[in-house]
């Protein structure tokens, strides 16, 4: 059976920093895309980070760029995401998630594992 389990998540004030990060148990995603997505109460699901299958390739949603920075560590079989400067934006609950490619992609129809989410909260 296939897991991603989050952690990391919590409240912080704004300005401040978070480390979350994902592992993956029951398969390797070693020559696969991984992402993050992050959902706000009463808004859709939407696409945060994407790095590709050795870590050479990230993409980022506008609104994280230069703030996040995500990893991945391919003999943990597990991915990161460093968040910095967080904003009451930001504040949702953030999923791992585990691409059908080895590619990053935007489009979380590519992306057929899913966590069950990590809640962060960003006071200001």
């Known amino acids: 059976q296939v897991q991603l389990v989050e952690s990391g998540g919590g409240l912080v004030q704004a300005g401040g920093s978070l480390r979350l990060s994902c592992a993956a148990s029951?398969?390797?995603?070693?020559?696969?895309?991984m992402g993050w997505f992050r959902q706000a109460p009463g808004k859709a699901r939407e696409f945060v980070a994407s790095?590709?299958?050795?870590?050479?390739?990230?993409i980022y949603a506008d609104p994280v760029k230069g703030r996040f920075t995500i990893s991945r560590d391919n003999a943990e079989n597990t991915v990161n995401l460093q968040m910095n400067s967080l904003k009451p934006e930001d504040t949702a609950a953030y999923y791992c998630a585990g691409s059908k490619l080895s590619g990053t992609s935007t489009n979380s129809y590519n992306y057929n594992y899913w966590g069950q989410g990590t809640q962060v909260t960003v006071s200001s």
């Open positions: 790095i590709n299958w050795s870590g050479a390739t990230t």
């Open positions: 029951g398969r390797t995603f070693n020559n696969k895309a």
